[in-house]
């Protein structure tokens, strides 16, 4: 699919076989509507539900929604007749592990297989693609962390877990399972289909991007923001799509429709937009164009702050938001090849971008006057100037759009000039 417009949806399609885990959580429910979205695009859907699985939903309504049998056991004698569990590991093209626990995570990491889905999971030597779902302080245990680096040295894919609110109440943070959508997009590319995206100089990379503001919380109604519509981040999302690639876009509150054949997750704060950026990775390329909060509130208000008439105004505290674009910048062996960050600024455009791609390790550092006469907040058009390490190249005014796909143009061209890979 060349050639293709970005006003149309992509919809990467799955025309083989996937074998469905489903592990025992609350996100359970959302691997139902994933049965529907890959079947939507095509393809043969088989189910496995582990027990703790059947807590949350039944045989019947995964067999109805998958028109095909449901395993459940590894010692049922019929299916082991039928169709053994080494079988049902092999005749598939992708294991798509949905909602990946805290507990299945655990096994795979160190070879269990005690039941139907990890024995299965132990005999395939297809693509896994795993989905992880839990409470975010499951999610961060060190022993989490320990059991995903392994599993991600043993080539197991990972997509999400995205940030957002816990079924539990007041809960939130980096453990929400990735949506059906996403998860469905994941396995398209994972299954290389010739329709899974359009065909491009990006084909084959993954571009992570922020977008959009973030906004930090005073209290459950108020909160401190940068003035950021997320055109520009998102429209670089959708050209890095049409140009071919796997595109994870980290936004912040915006009214903006998600750009098309991108996975978008969507986050608040500062804190959030990091650890998301941080799951999303390794990229080959990183682009910066949040306007993130430089401050937050240490601790914001759990109700609303009351205007008492005749006492005090409240006095808000504030700390420092971690740099992302640095962070990422400044990291060892995963650092994305490419690393790109935005310079808002209303005077010295040029010499304030110099600075700024130094001090923050990027390689190209994108300046935009954003001064009250440029018109740049919210507007359709942004007058910008590429600052590398080599010099400072002046874009005549253009449209979001037309900036959007120079900077990919010219990100993928350097990414081919120095033929690196993740
Ligand atoms: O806000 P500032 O001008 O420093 O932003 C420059 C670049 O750094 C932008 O690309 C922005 O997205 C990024 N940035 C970030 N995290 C921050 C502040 C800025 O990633 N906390």
Redesign the pocket.
């Known amino acids: 699919m060349t050639g293709v417009n970005q006003s149309q949806s992509v919809i990467p399609t799955v025309t083989q076989r996937v074998l469905l885990i489903i592990g025992g959580g609350i996100a359970a429910y959302k691997s139902l509507d994933l049965i529907r979205r890959l079947r939507e695009r095509g393809a043969t859907v088989r189910v496995v539900l582990t027990r703790a699985a059947q807590e949350f939903v039944t045989p019947l309504a995964a067999g109805a929604l998958s028109n095909e049998r449901v395993f459940t056991d590894l010692f049922d004698l019929d299916d082991e007749r039928e169709i053994g569990h080494i079988r049902l590991a092999r005749d598939t093209d992708l294991i798509i592990v949905a909602p990946a626990t805290a507990d299945l995570l655990a096994k795979m990491a160190t070879g269990q297989a005690n039941d139907l889905a990890t024995a299965v999971l132990l005999a395939t030597d297809k693509p896994v693609l795993a989905a992880p779902a839990m409470n975010p302080r499951m999610w961060s245990h060190p022993a989490t962390r320990r059991n995903v680096r392994q599993l991600e040295a043993d080539g197991i894919h990972f997509i999400g877990p995205n940030v957002g609110e816990m079924a539990e109440r007041g809960e939130a943070g980096v453990g929400r399972m990735a949506e059906a959508l996403e998860i469905a997009q994941a396995a398209a590319h994972l299954l290389g289909g010739p329709q899974s995206a359009p065909a491009g100089p990006l084909s084959g990379r993954h571009v992570v991007i922020?977008s959009g503001p973030t906004h930090e919380p005073i209290d459950p109604v108020r909160y401190i923001a940068?003035r950021s519509s997320g055109k520009q981040g998102h429209a670089i999302a959708a050209a890095a799509a049409a140009a071919g690639a796997r595109v994870t876009l980290v936004s912040g509150p915006v009214t903006l429709a998600d750009p098309p054949g991108v996975a978008v997750i969507k986050v608040e704060t500062?804190a959030e937009m990091l650890a998301a950026v941080q799951t999303a990775l390794p990229a080959d390329i990183a682009i910066?164009?949040?306007?993130?909060?430089?401050w937050r509130v240490t601790t914001s208000a759990n109700q609303k702050i009351k205007k008492t008439k005749g006492s005090d105004v409240p006095t808000l505290t504030l700390a420092e938001?971690?740099?992302?674009?640095?962070s990422v910048a400044k990291r060892g062996p995963r650092r994305p090849a490419l690393v790109i960050?935005?310079?808002?600024?209303t005077e010295a455009v040029v010499p304030h971008a110099q600075k700024?791609r130094k001090e923050?390790s990027?390689d190209w550092?994108v300046a935009n006057d954003v001064s009250p006469a440029s018109d740049t907040f919210g507007g359709d058009w942004n007058t910008v100037h590429l600052v590398t390490a080599e010099g400072v190249t002046s874009w005549p005014p253009q449209s979001k759009d037309d900036v959007a796909r120079r900077l990919v143009e010219q990100a993928g061209a350097w990414l081919a000039a120095h033929q690196t890979e993740i």
Request: aromatic share 8%; proline share 4%.
């Open positions: 922020t940068n500062a910066f164009a949040a306007a993130v909060a430089d938001n971690p740099d992302i674009l640095m960050g935005f310079a808002a600024e700024k923050k990027a550092i």
